[in-house]
Structures are given as structure tokens and as C-alpha cells.
């Protein structure tokens, strides 16, 4: 069955530093690929998706590029800041639903 | 504002009592969703719909119900059955099964 793998947290980082948070998925087919960003007390947000191999997903300056021949779907930002302190979840489509990873949580400090 | 409504925020349980999470959405989705969220263990399935009237047991669907007798609502009851029922619950709705899921706000469950 469709699997997604992320790396463990917490990654602490300081600000303005350069973030990646790995992603890699075992999956039937062509599923589509996406990221979701879940603050504190709060529901999942879509950060960004792809729908292909070699597709960038981009918005708020995060990027991940779906790479088919290593399955993988790596998130990277080139300079955090503060408040993208949150949850970061890695998620691929499958017959049913969208299967998730465990999520790996970020902390930005000043 | 089209969106995914959840209430209530916090929901209290006492023993032996069954209790109902309600979602709405107005982004007119056929499919919608309730998961579980715990700490470290990510999102889990209890169910899903494709379509009104329709529904089907996700990966932890023991001792929850829901029902779909409209396309705007999806309501989940968690019964006296699931014996923890402490948690974060989520819903979602998207177009197709695979496609972008829009999340509501949650409600936290607490066992009293």
C-alpha cells in the first residue's frame, strides 16, 4: 500500500537559515504529491502541491520538486523565519483518501 | 466566504456518553472526511464519504458513527464504545478522493 516517510523532528533552526525537510513515499501509479502546514490549535493548511514527475510546487518562498526516480517530494525554503514555526505534513494521493506522513515540526528562533 | 466549519472548539465527554462533532462545508465537495490526531502519530482515518448517503470505515472506525444524508454535512459521533477517545479531530472535504483535502479548524475532545 501507499506509504509516506518524513524525518523526524523537532528541526530547530535560527532565523533566516535554509530549511529542507525530507519526504519520500512509496506509492501505485502516478499519485500527486503535497504539503500541508499545520499551526498550533489549528486545522491543515495546503502549502503546496504536484501533480507530475519533475512538477515544482512553490508558495511563500517554500519549494519542493517531485522526483520520481528516488521517490521523493523534499521541502526547502532558502531563509525561514519565525513564524513558519509550525507542523509539516507530507501527504500523497491514493484510490481513497490522501495517505500522510507523521508530520515533523519546525521551531524558528529569533 | 466558502470554507469548512467545525464546532464545537472543545467538546467535553463524561463516561458511558456518546457525543457528535459536527462539519460543514459550503465549497459544495462531494467527499469528506474525519481524522484523529495525536501527539507523534500524525493523521489517522475514521471515515470518509464520496457521496451523500454513502460512507465507508477508514483505519480506525471502531466505536465511531457517522452519517451523510446532505452534501454540506458530514457529522461524526464518538460512542461510549471508543474507550480513548481524548484527541484532536479533523475534518475535510475535497472535489475527488484524490485531490487537494481543505481542513476545517478541529475539535479537541477531552474525557472528563
Known amino acids: 500500500g501507499n506509504s509516506v516517510t518524513q524525518m523526524e523532528g523537532p528541526v530547530t533552526l535560527s532565523e533566516e537559515a535554509f530549511l529542507t525537510i525530507n519526504c519520500t513515499y512509496t506509492?501505485?501509479?502516478?499519485?500527486?504529491l503535497f504539503w500541508y502546514v499545520q499551526y498550533p490549535g489549528e486545522g491543515l493548511q495546503l502549502l503546496l502541491k504536484?501533480?507530475?514527475?519533475?512538477d515544482k510546487g512553490s508558495n511563500k518562498g517554500f519549494e519542493a520538486t517531485y522526483r520520481k526516480e528516488t521517490t521523493s517530494f523534499h521541502l526547502e525554503k532558502g531563509s525561514v523565519q519565525v513564524s513558519d514555526s509550525a507542523v509539516y505534513f507530507c501527504?500523497?494521493?491514493?484510490?481513497?483518501?490522501?495517505?500522510f506522513g507523521k508530520g515533523t515540526m519546525l521551531l524558528v528562533s529569533p | 466566504d466558502g470554507g469548512i466549519t467545525q464546532s464545537p472548539k472543545y467538546l467535553f465527554r463524561k463516561e458511558g456518553q456518546n457525543v457528535t462533532l459536527s462539519c460543514e462545508q459550503n465549497l459544495n465537495h462531494d467527499a469528506m472526511y474525519w481524522y484523529r490526531q495525536d501527539p507523534g502519530q500524525g493523521l489517522r482515518l475514521i471515515y470518509y464519504?464520496?457521496?451523500?448517503?454513502?460512507?465507508q470505515k477508514g483505519d480506525i472506525a471502531e466505536g465511531y458513527s457517522v452519517s451523510r444524508e446532505k452534501k454540506e454535512s458530514f457529522p461524526l459521533t464518538v460512542t461510549s464504545a471508543q474507550k480513548n477517545p481524548t484527541a484532536f479531530y479533523l475534518c475535510a472535504s475535497s472535489t475527488t478522493e484524490q485531490e487537494t483535502q481543505y481542513f476545517g479548524p478541529g475539535t479537541r475532545l477531552l474525557v472528563l
Open positions: 504536484a501533480t507530475k514527475a519533475d
Open positions: 501527504a500523497l494521493s491514493g484510490y481513497s483518501t490522501l495517505t
Open positions: 464519504s464520496q457521496i451523500v448517503n454513502d460512507f
Open positions: 506509492a501505485t501509479g502516478y499519485p500527486s
